[in-house]
């Protein structure tokens, strides 16, 4: 721990130093700003790469890299010079995640072919990808469920190892017959594999079991098993063969395993600062040649933690090295690193967004030190490209300047867990953690998928673009009703991307790596995507309630009306409330809760946190015979608007507050960030009749709810978000909310016999996002402004919202 902190100290006495301070401040002259509040100042040049970057393999004579792109769009494999650091090739790819490797002659490159179920051949001629030949391992998905990841050649033996992460197994294969002679059962999902320099040894990461399996290569068997960190994730290791090193996505942190002794000799913390919270997702590894430093990547963190692993034991660390957005892999070549950048060097609007089929040319999107055409214009894939940081090893005096860039990209601190980074003295949002408030009781309300653009642009005080309004006042009036009478929020932004992991980022403030990595596979129809507890958090606002002593029930959200979806919601779910079921108004939704409501105030026994799920504005596309979008909109509207009404007619009221966000905003367009969403605060305390431009988060609200409840954060995300405290006042206001009737008939059904109809015919609605979202949004846009009309042209500039400082109470300085 005093490592990290004299670190810290040593890299802002360097600011004394002139040719270094004018390095940073050429660096930071660049800097981009995120929609979740933190930024990036990328070292280094930059080649563009494809959808989510997972994985870099490098040739054995480093004549080339390869790299895998997973996303949730066109899936791709690139083939690189990586002596001189130019593109040669790229491939398309049906279907592949993480796996690739070359073969030790490099006349051919190895790539997983993801749920496709077996492993692809490349030749390498002329500098080109040519397929050669497929290694099966099962019938391609849905028949099969195997998804193929980490893969390494013994090139000698002429044998291919094979970690899978759906039916947790460890494949041995013959290179030369494609037979597999071995299928060995895991206990959990394989992430990558290893084989010791001597080759007698491979080690196996199991990403949802907490350890490293060891499997003899001579006995044909596995031998041991290591317990490592949560998450564990890549590996490297030593020359000598002595020390394997584990990356520990949600404990921040490096296992260094002495091999021969069978035992984590060290856990190195990888975060900028010695926190136990989940969000550095250290998920990346490399050695120097000389196998002094390691490099590890943090991809919540925009960063490569470095440390001198020289001395077993006692390693020490030297710094940080800024990347693009989420780097999820980092290679050594000599006296450079490539880190590819899962998620870039930006976030982007898409004015575009819902009509992925337009006829008219995209705008072209600048990544890095190129301009790519963009066909689609998703935020689950296409619109935000991966990047490759292309970065010289740093001496110790750049590495210095490098670190306190990262630092000051970074706005959590070790002092946010106890205390807010802004407020204000009496205000009802505290400034401490465990402070009293005079808000007893939080309700906290999860709707389905909209921009601010679509619902809120048409209100004039806020920042909208009118020709991207799909839902506006006359379908939404109780949503517009609260924000104008008590806070319009127009610089909201969502921390997930989709309903996948905007539902974890909405109860936990975070995604782990596995979902983050798996949830592209289901949105692009290629497979069953994230479907095992892996993909849950450590632990959400609810396990925090529980261990602040603090009581809480929740409706719908990770619950159904049979059964709880995590442990710490057993007996603290609404038995009478359906989860998300488009062919149950949330207007019923609404009725169930109110005489739950009801029954508890009677009884005193009102819990101080309540989340609740209304979910029908996510809509069912022109599904004939089904509620129009206008009706599934409408309802979740008036929904929202009755609870508001009923609450605010209680005894509670005047101590109450209600947060109202969507889990995620990928259904539609926004003309500032695709990011950027609706979001509503009311309550007794909430001021009236206020425009708060202030940059808010999913993780805002998390922290501001935390804050008025005297629960500490959960992770760096809502540690360092912005509370709320702008929206609030020192006085109440009693006043009641008065809940406004639907302008659309909430019964009427799309008609049939209409191409859009027919486009609809058979998507499947049972879940939240089951059907791709590009042809949703096709389908919603046409439905609302013709099968014929065209989304309007509009280029904008990237995100580059300004960062507020901590001490600024200027509401100006926000907008």
């Known amino acids: 721990m005093k490592r990290k902190l004299l670190l810290a100290s040593a890299c802002l006495l360097v600011l004394a130093t002139g040719i270094q301070a004018q390095d940073l ?35 054995s004579t480093r004549r080339y890299a390869a790299v895998t792109n997973n996303g949730q769009s066109t899936q791709t494999i690139q083939l690189i010079d990586a002596r001189n650091d130019q593109a040669l090739d790229q491939v398309v790819i049906h279907r592949s995640w993480g796996g690739i490797a070359f073969s030790a002659d490099e006349k051919y490159l190895y790539a997983s072919g993801g749920n496709d179920n077996w492993i692809l051949q490349y ?19 849905p028949k099969a469920f195997v998804s193929p990841t980490g893969i390494v050649l013994d090139d000698k033996r002429g044998l291919m190892y094979v970690v899978t992460k759906e039916n947790n197994s460890l494949y041995v294969i013959d290179l030369a017959t494609h037979q597999v002679q071995q ?53 490297c290791i030593s020359k000598n063969g002595r020390y394997l090193y584990v990356a520990n996505a949600n404990d921040n942190s490096v296992s260094m395993i002495d091999v021969k002794a069978r035992k984590v000799l060290e856990t190195l913390n990888a975060a900028l600062y010695p926190t136990q919270l989940s969000g550095s997702t250290s998920n990346g590894l490399a050695l120097s040649d000389d196998g002094r430093t390691l490099y590890i990547a943090n991809a919540d963190n925009n960063c490569l933690a470095v440390f001198d692993v020289s001395k077993a034991g006692a390693s020490v660390s030297k710094g940080f090295i800024p990347t693009g957005w989420y780097p999820t892999t980092v290679k050594v070549l000599g006296k450079k690193l490539y880190v590819a950048n899962g998620k870039g060097f930006s976030s982007f609007p898409n004015p575009q967004g819902p009509n992925p089929y337009s006829k008219k040319e995209h705008v072209g999107i600048h990544t890095g030190d190129a301009t790519q055409p963009k066909r689609v214009q998703y935020i689950g894939g296409g619109l935000i490209v991966g990047t490759m940081s292309i970065i010289p090893v740093p001496d110790e005096q750049q590495l210095s300047v490098y670190s306190q860039a990262v630092y000051h990209n970074t706005p959590y601190n070790k002092e946010q867990e106890q205390m807010a980074s802004s407020g204000m003295a009496g205000n009802p949002v505290p400034t401490k953690v465990g402070d009293a408030s005079p808000i007893k009781h939080v309700f906290y309300i ?20 009118t020709s991207l309004l799909l839902f506006g006042e006359k379908i939404t009036p109780n949503q517009h009703a609260i924000a104008r009478q008590f806070v319009l929020l127009d610089n909201f932004y969502v921390d997930g991307e989709v309903s996948a992991d905007g539902h974890n980022w909405s109860m936990g403030a975070y995604a782990t790596d596995y979902m983050e990595k798996n949830w592209p596979t289901s949105y692009g129809s290629r497979g069953a995507g994230a479907k095992n507890r892996t993909l849950l ?44 079921n488009l062919h149950i108004k949330d207007t019923l939704r609404y009725r169930a809760w109110e005489a739950d409501f009801d029954s508890l ?68 367009p926004d003309h500032v960030d695709a990011h950027r969403s609706p979001a509503y605060i009311a309550g007794g305390y909430v001021k009236r009749h206020f425009v708060d431009h202030t940059m808010y988060t999913t993780s805002s609200i998390i922290h501001t709810i935390e804050l008025i409840l005297g629960m500490p954060p959960m992770t760096q995300y809502d540690a360092a978000a912005m509370p709320m405290w702008r929206s609030f006042s020192e006085q109440p206001d009693a006043a009641r909310f008065k809940s406004l009737p639907a302008n659309v008939n909430l019964d009427d059904v799309n008609p049939s016999g209409t191409r859009l109809a027919a486009i609809s015919k058979g998507l499947d609605f049972s879940k939240e996002d089951v059907v791709p ?39 100006d300085d926000d907008k």
């Not at 280094?44 to 997972?54: A, E, H, K, M, R």
């Not at 001579?218 to 098993?225: E, K, L, N, Q, V």
Request: contains cysteine.
């Open 123 to 141: 030749a390498i001629e002329n500098n080109k990808l040519i397929t050669k030949d497929t290694f099966k391992l099962g019938e391609a998905w």
């Open 537 to 580: 958090n450590k632990q959400y606002i609810w396990d925090r309630a529980s261990k602040s002593n603090v009581s809480y029930r929740t409706y719908g959200e990770f619950a159904t009306r049979k059964e709880a979806n995590i442990p710490v919601l057993k007996d603290h779910f609404a038995k009478t409330f359906d989860g998300f």
């Open 601 to 668: 105030v009677a009884a005193n026994a009102l819990p101080q946190l309540m989340t609740v799920r209304f979910g029908n504005d996510h809509t069912e596309g022109l599904s004939a015979g089904r509620p129009t979008p206008f009706a599934h909109v409408a309802d979740n509207d008036l929904a929202v608007g009755m609870f508001l009404e009923h609450l605010s007619q209680s005894p509670v009221w005047k101590e109450s507050v209600v947060f109202i966000l969507e889990d995620d905003a990928q259904n539609g």
């Open 773 to 811: 979202d590009q042809l949703m949004n096709m389908i919603t846009w046409k439905a609302v402004k013709g099968e014929n009309a065209e989304v309007p042209v509009i280029v904008r500039a990237a995100f580059v919202k300004p960062m507020k400082a901590a001490d600024d109470d200027d509401d």
């Open 446 to 465: 999860i709707k389905e998928n909209r921009t601010y653009d679509q619902v809120l642009s048409d209100m004039p005080e806020g920042n909208g673009d």
């Open 25 to 59: 401040s050429t660096l930071e002259s660049k800097r981009v700003h995120l929609p979740n509040g933190w930024s990036l100042t990328p070292a280094g040049t930059s080649l563009p790469l494809g959808d989510l970057p997972l994985n870099i393999a490098v040739s």
């Open 183 to 235: 299928q060995l059962p895991l206990s959990a999902e394989g992430y990558t594999c290893l084989l010791s320099p001597d080759k007698k040894e491979l080690y196996i990461s199991l990403w949802g079991g907490d350890k490293v399996m060891v499997y003899n290569t001579g006995s044909r068997a596995f031998t041991d098993s290591i317990a490592v960190g949560d998450n564990p994730n890549d590996l």
